[in-house]
């Protein structure tokens, strides 16, 4: 029997609460959603943009949950026979567990951040992590507000290695997230052109960025990346913010960990590489030359928390791209098979560019195309239709054979296309489905990508319900 990842006691002091009803029964969990809450977890009623927990409080307890979290001005509305731990506000709660759980653990922590590949990077860490350690790491692409305190809360006191993501819209933001986790080892993956709706320029966004340094422990290491534009800004900011000790990564061979030798193929890489100093060869079992940069990153961490880099790199080949976020799929026409790279969860330039990079490596077997289908990026602001346009290069770069766009933005991108490189375009990403349905022909290689709100998504479905994929082509 393992032990409680709360007892309650614990939980009531940390949450600055007090218990009403028949609340007695220790800890397993910690949920915000009484849809998915498993029994014995405790149910906190967070207050969120569109919805208010304390709606959810009388399912959270029908569920089995061994307590919920409430704010005492909204205890008269919930059921008379609930457990409760009452607070003046929950949100503040959380982020009182979120210390507390942080102040009790002796494991190593490391914290990511960066404009692109925060998730893919964390996903590394957690499984470059877990030969030397119990492993606790943030769900999803929980790195907010909210996301952080809880992903800290759930923490178990055993734990040996912490990974955290950390996201931000806005300046100011990352400061108070990154002094509740306190990592020992803070990542910036990349420094890009992203959410330049609320900042001036790409300097400000690496201000925010480094931000992350704020919370660092005392002798914690920054690792960023050297060949980013921002690299000599984000130095300067580590340094003024007392970080001793900067490793670099990158494929600058004066960066401290670096690529010597590179072989891509669809489903991954073969990387030999310099790890701080320490030579060392490992697959990934994802595509992208951007994953391999970041696998640098995550080797360096590994080293720097004191975890075992020969397992950590063994464990990277175990790596999958997720669904949206570069997974490949073989589909089966009736003369052969077309490669789907679903990158259709989210996109910026950075990511963008990234992808391209990776369809352009993808092999084709001629008479099959790299064919790219793009949709629009958003929260670019003003740059928009110019951020769109400059994506000629990039594709042209990666000799990708045609294009099909969809959004008005992605309109500035295909009056510039060459006439041989355009497919289709259209103004709704649904409207692309019956040509990309009628279009592809065996030995294809089709990348999708978009953000998310460009629904993107329904195309690589659609794909996939016409022509049902073989095994998942990273297994192989």
Request: net charge negative; hydrophobic share 45%; charged share 25%.
């Amino acid at each position: 029997m393992s032990d409680p990842l709360w007892t309650l006691d614990a939980f009531v002091e940390a949450a600055g609460g007090s218990t009403r009803g028949d609340a007695g029964a220790d800890i397993t969990g910690i949920s915000i959603d009484s849809r998915t809450l498993e029994p014995g977890e405790a149910f906190v009623a967070i207050r969120g943009d569109r919805l208010d927990g304390h709606d959810y409080v009388a399912a959270a307890l029908e569920a089995g949950a061994s307590v919920a979290l409430v704010a005492e001005d909204r205890l008269a509305e919930l059921p008379e026979d609930g457990r409760y731990v009452v607070v003046a506000d929950p949100m503040e709660a959380l982020r009182g567990l979120a210390v507390a759980a942080r102040a009790r653990t002796g494991a190593r922590i490391v914290a990511v951040t960066g404009s692109v590949g925060k998730t893919g990077t964390k996903e590394a860490l957690r499984l470059a992590l877990a030969p030397s350690g119990k492993v606790h790491a943030s769900v999803a692409s929980f790195n907010n507000h909210w996301g952080v305190p809880l992903t800290l809360a759930r923490m178990p006191a055993d734990t040996e290695y912490g990974v955290f993501e950390v996201g931000m819209n806005h300046a100011g933001e990352i400061t108070p997230l990154v002094r509740m986790v306190r990592p020992h080892a803070a990542i910036i993956t990349t420094v890009q052109p992203v959410h330049l709706e609320f900042f001036d320029s790409v300097e400000k966004i690496a201000q925010a960025k480094a931000e992350i340094f704020e919370g660092l422990e005392p002798g914690g290491v920054a690792i960023l990346n050297r060949d980013n534009r921002q690299y000599d800004l984000l130095k300067f900011l580590a340094a003024t913010a007392g970080v001793s000790t900067i490793r670099t990564f990158g494929e600058d061979p004066a960066a401290d960990s670096h690529v010597q030798k590179l072989a891509s193929y669809p489903a991954g890489s073969s990387v030999d590489a310099s790890i701080l100093g320490n030579e060392i060869t490992f697959k990934i079992g994802a595509p992208g030359r951007h994953l391999v940069k970041n696998s640098l990153a995550v080797l360096t961490a590994v080293v720097e928390l004191g975890a075992d880099l020969a397992r950590a790199g063994l464990a990277l080949d175990t790596m999958r791209a997720p669904k949206g976020r570069g997974e490949v799929a073989r589909l089966t026409l009736s003369d052969g098979d077309v490669v789907l790279i679903d990158e259709s969860y989210n996109a910026n330039p950075a990511s963008m560019r990234a992808a391209l990079a990776v369809l352009g490596e993808a092999p084709v077997t001629r008479p099959g195309r790299q064919i790219a289908v793009l949709g629009d990026m958003r929260e670019l602001g003003s740059d928009a239709d110019r951020l769109h346009a400059e994506l000629l290069l990039p594709i042209a770069e990666a000799g990708i054979d045609t294009v099909y766009c969809a959004g008005p933005h992605m309109h500035a991108l295909w009056q510039d296309l060459p006439h041989d490189l355009r497919a289709h375009y259209c103004e709704d990403a649904k409207d692309l489905q019956e040509v990309l349905l009628n279009d592809v022909r065996a030995g294809d290689v089709v990348m999708i990508k978009g953000s998310l709100g460009t629904r993107m998504g329904p195309l690589v479905e659609a794909l996939k319900k016409e022509y049902p994929p073989a095994d998942d082509i990273a297994a192989e």
